[in-house]
Nanobody, 125 residues
Framework: QVQLVESGGGLVQAGGSLRLSCAASERIFRLYTMGWFRQAPGMDREFVAAVSWSGYSTHYADSVKGRFTISRDNAKNTMYLEMTSLKPEDTAVYYC??????????????????WGQGTQVTVSS
């Protein structure tokens, strides 16, 4: 069973930065595509970014492209989301997700089988 634990959320002013981490409990994490999703109150969960098992391929939602960077360290079983130039509309609960069969370009949440519990990111104006 793959377990994912997010950390790094918090309150930040617009224009600021945060780095989210997602630690995986399972050694085979290094073979899984990993992704970040977010969900604002009253909204559907939306794709943010994904990274291939090797870390060489990435994919971003248009809304975060150029501001967010996804990466992973397979030696530490950890994935990261570096968020810069944050905007109030980035406020949401951020979830990490993992799946052994999902392609980096798959943006639907139901393509991922494993999920973390989420971490709150709040951007004040």
């Amino acid at each position: 069973q793959v377990q994912l634990v997010e950390s790094g959320g918090g309150l930040v002013q617009a224009g600021g930065s945060l780095r989210l981490s997602c630690a995986a409990s399972e050694r085979i994490f290094r073979l899984y595509t990993m992704g970040w999703f977010r969900q604002a109150p009253g909204m559907d969960r939306e794709f943010v970014a994904a990274v291939s098992w090797s870390g060489y391929s990435t994919h971003y939602a248009d809304s975060v492209k150029g501001r967010f960077t996804i990466s992973r360290d397979n030696a530490k079983n950890t994935m990261y989301l570096e968020m810069t130039s944050l905007k109030p509309e980035d406020t949401a609960v951020y979830y990490c997700a993992a799946d052994p069969d999902t392609a980096v370009g798959d943006t639907a949440s139901d393509e991922y089988d494993y999920w973390g519990q989420g971490t709150q990111v709040t951007v004040s104006s």
